[in-house]
């Protein structure tokens, strides 16, 4: 008996099916929540942030590495 058989015989067919549904409700409710016309202002401003002279952001501390 080869594993490909056994594999048949298990019926973890239903398995595959319900996963892909799962990934794709995933996949959408996530591609909604990005492009969800509320967002719009905080990507703009996000998008400007490389840009923005006025307030330069310095880069944060490390720590542990100070003796």
Known sequence: ????????????????QAALILFLLAFGAIVIAVLAPSRRREYDRASRIPLDDDHPVTPRERTGDTP
């Not at 008996?1 to 595959?16: F, K, V």
């Open 1 to 16: 008996m080869r594993l490909s058989d056994i594999m048949a015989a298990a019926g973890l067919a239903g398995w595959a």
